[in-house]
């Protein structure tokens, strides 16, 4: 937040004095004002090349890298495991499926399913 005033000096700061003087700060779009409803998801689990550890994963989702990230971390959280993403796959430790589908769908994902065995 500091970043954001940096242009300011200590007069423009004392000038403001109220809080309701001070400037607007640039408003960020939040991920649940994405159109969700759009996406299609694949979730499929695997045990090759990870030591005989299975791994659900999630394919399909045409999102950018940042969101992707962002729903990684939520889907980790939910279902107490870790996880990454790679190759415009998000990885989550485990059979979690039940729990991704559930939240996927939570999030207004019309068409996901679970893929595979």
């Given at each position: 937040m500091?970043?954001?005033?940096?242009?300011?000096?200590?007069?423009d700061f004392q000038k403001m004095g109220n809080p309701e003087?001070?400037?607007?700060?640039?408003?960020e779009i939040e991920s649940n004002d994405m159109n969700w409803n759009t996406l299609s998801a694949r979730i499929h689990l695997e045990k090759k090349h990870r030591g005989?550890?299975?791994?659900?994963i999630i394919r399909g989702l045409?999102?950018?890298?940042?969101?992707?990230?962002?729903?990684?971390?939520e889907?980790?959280?939910k279902c107490g495991v870790g996880g990454s993403v790679?190759?415009?796959?998000?990885?989550?430790?485990?059979d979690q499926?039940?729990?991704i589908l559930a939240h996927l769908q939570k999030l207004g994902i019309k068409d996901v399913k679970k893929a595979g065995a």
């Open positions: 500091a970043d954001k005033f940096k242009n300011l000096s200590w007069d003087n001070a400037p607007d700060l640039p408003e005989g550890k299975t791994a659900s045409n999102i950018s890298e940042d969101k992707m990230k962002t729903l990684a971390k889907l980790k959280a790679k190759n415009r796959e998000i990885i989550i430790q485990g499926r039940e729990k």
